[in-house]
């Protein structure tokens, strides 16, 4: 069995594949389509993206498909960058480029100030034209130095106080235990029964 997730980001990609080989089922994305299928993503909010995401993507491909919008929310500057943390430092989407940008932002701001969180809404659409979305959070601080190679984005400056580690030093195993996706896919739990139906 087989699961579609409209994504192009390989490190989510990577933590799907985590994530759902532990239920025995294939993940398949947009790097698996030969043609290149262009989203809109001009919602407000992230559920509203990951909405766009996997309606678009399902209505083409006639499955049922799930989408990840996630982001990282910063208290010093009023949630920002938000809805859009992929482009913060502009469209050309390089996670280094973001994060030099993000502690430039918070250059001068003391820890106890650095309060953050990463969010993720999910978007699951089903063929008979059914949405339904979910929202993950974990909280952390951002860090006045970059550190660990693991994950992707903005890991490297989220330090999670409980752990005493940066998000960067986890394992994918590690990370899909606590992190905003991996809360947002708990609570899709009661959806994945209804998925497999679908997808025989
Ligand atoms: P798709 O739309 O193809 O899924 P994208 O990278 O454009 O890929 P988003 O618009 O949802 O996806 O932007 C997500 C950005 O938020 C991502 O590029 C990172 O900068 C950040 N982000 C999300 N989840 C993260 C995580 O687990 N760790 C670090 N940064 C994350």
Redesign the pocket.
């Given at each position: 069995k087989e699961i579609f997730?409209?994504?192009?980001?390989k490190?989510?990609i990577a933590?799907f594949k985590a994530f759902f080989q532990q239920k025995g089922l294939t993940v398949k994305s947009?790097l698996d389509l030969p043609e290149e299928i262009d989203?809109v993503?001009d919602g407000n909010t992230?559920e509203d993206?990951?909405m766009k995401?996997a309606e678009t993507i399902g209505k083409r491909i006639g499955k049922a498909v799930l989408?990840?919008?996630?982001?990282?929310e910063v208290d010093a500057l009023n949630g920002k960058?938000g809805?859009f943390?992929?482009?913060?430092a502009g469209e050309a989407?390089s996670?280094e480029a973001?994060n030099k940008k993000l502690l430039t932002e918070l250059s001068g701001v003391p820890d106890k100030d650095r309060t953050a969180r990463?969010v993720?809404a999910l978007a699951i659409y089903f063929p008979t034209g059914k949405v339904k979305t979910v929202r993950g959070t974990?909280d952390g601080i951002i860090s006045q130095t970059l550190e660990g190679d693991h994950?992707?984005?903005?890991?490297p400056l989220?330090y999670l106080p409980q752990l005493d580690k940066m998000?960067a030093e986890l394992t994918k195993e590690e990370?899909n235990k606590l992190?905003?996706?991996a809360n947002a896919l708990v609570k899709l739990a009661d959806y994945w029964e209804e998925w497999s139906k679908e997808n025989i």
């Open positions: 997730i409209a994504t192009r980001n490190g989510k933590e947009l989203v993503e992230f993206n990951a995401k989408a990840d919008d996630s982001g990282l960058p809805i943390s992929a482009r913060y989407k996670d973001n990463f993720c974990c994950g992707f984005g903005y890991d989220f998000m990370k992190s905003h996706r």
